[in-house]
């Protein structure tokens, strides 16, 4: 009789195998939506994928979002885009540098130098 039930952990190991099978490039930001019922009692959370991409910071995430911006005709994105692509393309020798200084100055124990270095990448990628 209860041989044949599954353990929770085989059903979110399916669960996995199925997801892994989708584009995940495709795919969302993970949101959750809670209600409530009228008196309280009940609560239900719902977690789902938004239907917008989702935002990569690199050059290629970058590169897929202006295609979809451009198959959508969201032309103003994709000049966003676009102006985002160029300007990390042209800041990324600079961020290499930073990078490799910051490693070193954690290394070393340099954090008040350290800190400087990671307000000047954020900005170079923002």
Same mark, same amino acid.
């Given at each position: @009789?209860? +041989?044949?039930?599954?353990?929770?952990?085989?059903? *979110?190991?399916m &669960?996995?195998? @199925?997801? !892994?099978?989708?584009?995940s490039?495709?795919? +969302?930001?993970?949101?959750? $939506?809670?209600?409530? !019922?009228?008196?309280?009692?009940?609560?239900?959370?719902?977690?789902? =994928?938004?239907?917008?991409?989702?935002? !990569?910071? +690199?050059?290629?995430? *970058?590169?897929?979002?202006?295609?979809?911006?451009?198959?959508?005709?969201? &032309?103003?994105?994709?000049? $966003?885009? =676009? /102006?985002?692509? =160029?300007? @990390?393309?042209?800041?990324?020798?600079?961020?290499?540098?930073?990078? $490799?200084?910051?490693?070193?100055?954690i290394? /070393?124990?340099?954090?008040? =130098? !350290?800190? $400087?270095?990671?307000?000047? *990448?954020?900005?170079?990628?923002?």
């Amino acid at each position: @009789m209860f +041989g044949n039930r599954k353990n929770f952990n085989d059903i *979110l190991r399916m &669960f996995d195998d @199925m997801s !892994s099978q989708l584009d995940s490039s495709q795919l +969302g930001q993970w949101k959750s $939506e809670t209600r409530v !019922s009228e008196d309280g009692t009940i609560k239900v959370t719902s977690f789902y =994928r938004s239907s917008e991409p989702k935002t !990569s910071k +690199g050059s290629n995430g *970058l590169k897929r979002q202006l295609e979809l911006a451009i198959e959508n005709e969201d &032309f103003e994105k994709a000049v $966003e885009i =676009r /102006d985002q692509i =160029r300007k @990390m393309e042209t800041n990324q020798e600079t961020i290499s540098k930073l990078e $490799e200084e910051l490693k070193q100055t954690i290394n /070393d124990h340099n954090f008040e =130098r !350290s800190i $400087e270095i990671r307000d000047e *990448l954020k900005k170079l990628k923002s």
